[in-house]
């Protein structure tokens, strides 16, 4: 399973969202370091390291930024632990606005 | 609480505002530290800023002390409040500006 899949599937198993999409956004990083290790390796393009979620869910009603964010981590957490390095998170509830107005 | 929790414990309490970050204000070494750094100073607002680049030990400790994976990581009054995206929607909504005032720390553009 691709690493967009696996997230997807964890996502959907956490939080059953009426919306979902998962998007890599790895090679906007790519070449950038990873820090930690030999100075030339670099983030590659087709990499699976850097994340967006945007995610929208009857679960999240009433939790804070950082509750939704905290419970999207903790669904993500082996993910997080192991080879995805970033992860962006737009989370909301269903019928608030999102930030382009959708 | 073991040397390094202290350590860190310690470097969030040592001022208002604190931000845990890669590299530092004046060259941030991540895209995401250095929104944060950007938001803080369009804020005028005064800051520590923590390389957690400087020590792999506090790189891994800032995210097992607040339990959060990412970094950068922002502390107000020895408060975690959050990381890159939650600062930015905060700041966009208006809602970082309401909580360093409520708080009591200056900010030099109008909330």
Not at chain 1, 65 to 78: I, K, Q, T
Not at chain 2, 13 to 33: E, I, R, W
Not at chain 2, 78 to 101: K, N, P, W
Request: glycine share 10%; net charge negative; with cysteine.
């Amino acid at each position: 399973m691709s690493m967009d899949e696996t997230i997807r599937t964890k996502l959907t198993a956490a939080f059953s969202p009426e919306h979902l999409e998962v998007l890599n956004e790895s090679s906007l990083h790519a070449g950038h370091h990873h820090t930690g290790r030999p100075h030339n390796e670099r983030f590659p393009r087709d990499g699976e390291t850097h994340y967006r979620v945007r995610i929208v869910a009857g679960a999240f009603t009433g939790m804070s930024r950082l509750e939704r964010h905290r419970a999207v981590n903790a669904a993500l957490a082996d993910e997080l632990a192991s080879t995805v390095h970033a992860l962006a998170v737009e989370a909301r509830a269903p019928g608030e606005p999102g930030r382009r107005g959708t | 609480m073991s040397d390094i929790k202290e350590l860190i414990d310690q470097e969030v309490k040592s001022g208002d505002v604190v931000l845990f970050m890669k590299g530092t204000p004046g060259f941030p070494q991540c895209g995401f530290s250095g929104q944060v750094v950007q938001i803080l100073d369009y804020l005028g607002v005064e800051y520590k800023g923590i390389n957690v680049l400087a020590s792999d030990e506090m790189r891994q400790g800032i995210k097992d002390y607040s339990n959060w994976p990412t970094i950068p990581q922002l502390y107000v009054k020895g408060e975690f409040v959050g990381g890159c995206d939650i600062v930015r929607e905060m700041f966009q909504a208006g809602e970082l500006q309401q909580h360093l005032s409520q708080n009591g720390i200056a900010t030099s553009s109008a909330a």
